[in-house]
Structures are given as C-alpha cells and as structure tokens.
C-alpha cells in the first residue's frame, strides 16, 4: 500500500477504529437475532489490531498472525460473515475518513483503487481458507459416518449381525465387505445375518453388492443370511431377475436369528 495511505490510516487508527467498531457492532446486532453465537469485544479488538498489523506489513504472506487469526475465528463456529462484513467495514471507514478529509477526486479514486487492491486478496484468501476449514470438516464427518454405517456386531456365540441403514453406493459397499470380512474372522462368526430392514431400495447395484459380500463370506467358511426383505423388496428383486439363492434369506431379523440359532447348534431357554 501506498506509504502516505499508510501514514494517514495510522495517524487517525483510533477515529477509524471507533467507527469500525461501530459498524461491526450493527453487524452483529442484525446477526445474533434468533441465534445462541457470541462475538467478545476481545475478537472485535484483536480484528482491527490485525488489520492495522496488516497494513504495516503490506503483504500478506510476510506475516502469518491474519491468516491464523481468520483460521482461529473459523475454527471456533463463528460465521464466515463475520470476517468478510468486518473487511467490508474496513474499506467503507478508510474511504469515509477519506471523502471528509480530501478535496482531490482524483486523489480519493487514487486511493480508492489502492484499498481495493489491499482488501481484495485478503477477502480471497479468508473465503479460499474457509472452504478448505469447511472441505476438511466434511470429510472428517463422512469418513466418521461410514465408519459407523457399516458395523459389524457379534451377538450370541458364533453370531454377528450387521444392521445397514440408508443407501449403498460403491464406495459404502466397499466398506461393508472390509467390515463384514474383519468381523468374522474377529469374532469368529459362523453365521453373519446381513439386516437389510434400512435400506430403503434393493436394485441391482445393491444386490450385486450384497451377494459378493455373502460369497466373500462362504468363502470364509462362514454362513451369510439375509434378513429384512421386505414385500416391496421381494418384488423388486424378484422383477429385476436378481438370484439370491445361494444363500439363505428371511423376512425379519428374528426368524434369521432362530435360524442361525439352529445352524450354531444352540438355543435359547426360558428362565421362567
């Protein structure tokens, strides 16, 4: 930035800071309406101080303290708004002070441009900064997800069912067959009942996933049930010409479980 833009923001830093702070305090009004978010005067105070650090330094790659201030204000929930509105509000006080103080329009359009030319990047590199925050947050969440969407649960001796809920793509499918493999030989399952209640449609894709996963499993040594075909299931799956014979499927989960019971040679007494 320019050295005299430079000298006139630092001579009148606290008359700009006042009125930033003004700005961004009806900001924040307008946005804590309906909301439980809290913005401390401590963060509106270390904002300014980084901006007027930030002028000094005239580059932004020569001092990290503004890119970790915007990763640390991001990383605590507050919004994205909250940083582009408090630049926004920086150019308007900057160039305010400016019309009131200078007669020369060609010197304000001057100066103008050279705010531009400073604040711009900035906006870019907190937008760019929180789409990578936002881009990490996600995948850290479906890579959590999909390892609960697929367990394996060993339930009687020799047993383990895996419940699946919601729909099986590629990658899921993929999962499943890493779990449902890991679990047995863990658990030593004799018998896997494959739960398919949750699963909201059974086409082709999803068959041909399930039946690798039981022909993975056979291969083990182990038996694969299916349980939970629904009626609307049964149809499409018999519509669709899918052979699920090879190995057993059931209704529900319970008669799955009395036949795993029989398979595994054991059964369960009454205490009554």
Request: proline share 3%.
């Amino acid at each position: 930035m320019d050295n005299l833009i430079v000298q006139m923001i630092n001579e009148n830093q606290e008359t700009l800071k006042d009125n930033w702070l003004k700005e961004v305090k009806l900001f924040k009004e307008k946005e804590l309406v309906g909301t439980s978010l809290k913005f401390s005067e401590e963060t509106d105070q270390q904002f300014f101080a980084m901006l007027i650090k930030h002028i000094n330094f005239h580059d932004i790659s020569k001092d990290g303290t503004l890119d970790d201030f915007f990763d640390q204000v991001l990383h605590t929930g507050l919004p994205l708004s909250y940083l582009t509105q408090g630049l926004q509000a920086a150019r308007r006080v900057v160039l305010n002070l400016l019309v009131e103080t200078e007669n020369d329009k060609e010197k304000v359009a001057a100066v103008y441009r050279e705010i531009d030319r400073w604040l711009d990047p900035i906006l870019n590199r907190v937008v760019e900064n929180s789409s990578q925050i936002w881009e990490r947050t996600v995948s850290v969440q479906k890579t959590a997800l999909l390892e609960l969407s697929a367990p394996l649960i060993p339930v009687f001796k020799n047993i383990s069912v895996m419940p699946l809920i919601g729909s099986i793509d590629t990658e899921r499918a993929k999962l499943i067959m890493e779990n449902l493999l890991n679990g047995v030989i863990k658990y030593r399952s004799e018998v896997v009942l494959i739960d398919i209640t949750g699963v909201p449609v059974v086409d082709t894709m999803v068959a041909h996933h399930i039946i690798q996963a039981a022909d993975a499993v056979r291969l083990l040594g182990s038996t694969c049930i299916l349980v939970g075909i629904r009626p609307e299931i049964a149809q499409t799956i018999v519509s669709l010409g899918i052979d699920l014979s090879l190995f057993p499927t059931k209704s529900t989960l319970q008669k799955g479980m009395e036949n795993a019971l029989e398979i595994t040679n054991q059964q369960l007494i009454s205490n009554k």
